[in-house]
């Protein structure tokens, strides 16, 4: 173990040596900087820190990601994946922080010190699945990355280009979670989630209002390549014209954030009206649907309703399936008012409220037999306790059961095979809300129609430090700066069903705002207010908003 440790120090300094005074954390969804800056060591850094984890957890894969998913093109970042395919476990976070800041000097004490707390067998082999997006910058980082784990006398499983779902379920299915896995290929995956999402299409592809026939956003990334490969096993199932499909810049006007934030049309798509159209990040792991109407107006689908949709009719499953299992919903401070009261009220699903973050909503997600989490921005999936996967297994082959009952249990276990369950997963989850919307014979006007939405805003706010702003009450609740929260509460008072809140982001150095009201000047009125008190009282830098 010495030598090995020695020799990582040495090729860490004379190849990857730390970069600049400045420390980063192991954020939302891993570590992620501006223009890819000064990256090389920390990958360097966190393909060994897979070996340990993978070591940790008796040689099970591990998976790297390198991307930074929604945030602009010349950005690039990395995450780790556990090996059920789920986020890094949040005690590793700090570990990873740790080694990240480390000085070239410290890393083979930082390493030893994590061995020793975690008290891992050096003796046993470790492996770690490497993954990367479309960024320029990714190929080089992933070299860093494999030159860590090698050192460190691990083994790589190299996927190349991949979206960050994709390589999620490679690391459950190389590690047999379960039979809701099969191959660790592209091919594998697209095998088993299409040939289920034909089986549930029957051979009748259209159904009522519903047209078998989206247009698709890729953002320019990932997800168009990828899903142009698995567009050859959907057949005449569903089709999908791709567009924003490689040639233009990541994320750039375009993309399931872009769309969301801005609340307008991607470029690129050309305009159709009342056409089904949706549209993934950069690295695919996020969807939003959106239409535009005969007036030329845009309606936004975006997490909240795919979240409403898909537990609207696993709650229908469910209830004629007999199993009396406990579905769930969770969502985050940035959920619409309205989709939480359609939720509890109309739909009667218990929902949850946790801090932005996938890693946040899966674990609450998996309390339930069957969890739905979406965050508002499109990020989210559905879980299925093992219970609930045994019941449904077992139920769906009773051929004792009456026949309605049989078909819901039937469709249930069904659907879990297009659902990838590690993660959100744009793919999947766009195969999921087609498969409702063809049940129940439902155009996108038909979706949009189950409730209201109340108008909302999204703005950013640039301070010197985005850690003075702290919260409380999965993030509703600003503890400091002394006095924020006060003067927040006293302007969302001048708005009829006003409400906002701020949190530092977890991917970007700033502060995000967020608010809604009953119209949408008032919720850009109020979104701009609260900016400005955060702009004054958190350190902004540059001109403030002006309300
Ligand atoms: C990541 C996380 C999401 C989170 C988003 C924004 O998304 O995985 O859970 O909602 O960042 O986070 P923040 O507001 O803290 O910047 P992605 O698609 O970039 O991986």
């Avoid at 050859?232 to 969301?260: E, R």
């Avoid at 108008?455 to 850690?467: M, W």
Wanted: charged share 20%; aromatic share 8%; glycine share 8%.
């Amino acid at each position: 173990m010495a030598d090995v440790v020695s020799n990582v120090k040495k090729v860490g300094l004379e190849k990857y040596p730390r970069q600049g005074p400045r420390n980063i954390q192991y954020g939302t969804a891993g570590f992620r900087t501006r223009w890819a800056e000064d990256l090389d060591y920390v990958l360097y850094r966190v393909g060994l820190l897979a070996v340990l984890r993978s070591k940790s957890k008796g040689g099970a894969a591990i998976g790297l990601m390198i991307t930074a998913s929604h945030n602009p093109e010349p950005d690039n970042g990395v995450k780790l994946i556990d090996p059920f395919g789920e986020m890094l476990q949040q005690r590793w976070e700090k570990f990873a922080t740790r080694l990240a800041n480390a000085s070239d000097t410290e890393l083979d004490s930082a390493l030893l010190e994590i061995v020793e707390a975690e008290s891992i067998s050096w003796e046993t082999q470790a492996l770690v699945c490497v993954g990367q997006d479309t960024r320029p910058s990714s190929p080089g980082l992933a070299q860093a990355a494999v030159t860590g784990i090698r050192t460190m006398g691990g083994k790589v499983n190299d996927y190349g280009i991949v979206t960050t779902p994709m390589l999620h379920y490679f690391v459950a299915c190389i590690n047999n979670i379960g039979s809701a896995y099969s191959e660790p290929t592209e091919d594998g995956y697209f095998k088993k989630i299409i040939t289920a999402f034909k089986k549930l299409r029957g051979d009748k592809p259209e159904n009522g209002k519903y047209v078998p026939s989206v247009m698709f956003d890729g953002a320019n990334g990932v997800g168009a390549m990828k899903l142009e490969a698995g567009l050859l096993h959907l057949h005449d199932s569903l089709q999908v014209q791709l567009y924003n499909n490689g040639t233009g810049q990541l994320n750039y006007k375009c993309g399931a954030d872009y769309i969301k934030v801005q609340q307008c049309a991607p470029v690129g798509v050309p305009q159709k009206s009342n056409a089904r159209c949706v549209s993934v990040d950069g690295d695919a792991d996020r969807i939003v649907y959106y239409y535009i109407d005969t007036h030329d107006k845009f309606h936004l689908l975006d997490g909240d309703r795919i979240a409403t949709l898909i537990a609207g009719y696993l709650m229908e499953l469910i209830k004629k399936s007999d199993l009396g299992l406990q579905l769930g919903l969770v969502q985050t401070a940035y959920a619409n008012g309205s989709s939480t009261s359609y939720i509890s009220k109309t739909l009667k699903v218990p929902v949850a409220c946790v801090p932005t973050g996938v890693k946040h909503l899966h674990h609450k997600a998996m309390e339930y037999d069957i969890g739905v989490y979406f965050e508002a921005n499109g990020h989210g999936t559905v879980t299925f306790s093992d219970f609930a996967t045994r019941c449904i297994c077992s139920a769906a082959e009773d051929l004792s059961l009456p026949a309605d009952q049989l078909h819901a249990t039937e469709t249930l276990a069904t659907l879990m095979d297009v659902i990838n369950q590690t993660v959100g997963d744009a793919i999947s989850d766009m195969l999921i809300v087609e498969t409702v919307l063809h049940a129940r014979g439902w155009s996108i006007e038909d979706w949009e129609a189950t409730y209201t939405d109340l108008p909302n805003r999204q703005l950013k706010v640039v301070v010197k430090d985005r850690r003075v702003i702290e919260t409380t009450d999965a993030e509703r609740v600003c503890v400091t700066p002394a006095g924020l929260q006060d003067q927040i509460n006293m302007l969302v008072k001048n708005f009829p069903n006003g409400r906002s809140f701020v949190r530092p982001s977890g991917t970007e150095d700033i502060v995000r705002v967020y608010a809604e009201a009953d119209t949408q000047a008032s919720a850009d009125r109020l979104a701009l207010q609260v900016a400005s008190v955060v702009h004054q009282l958190a350190g902004g830098i540059g001109s403030p908003p002006v309300p």
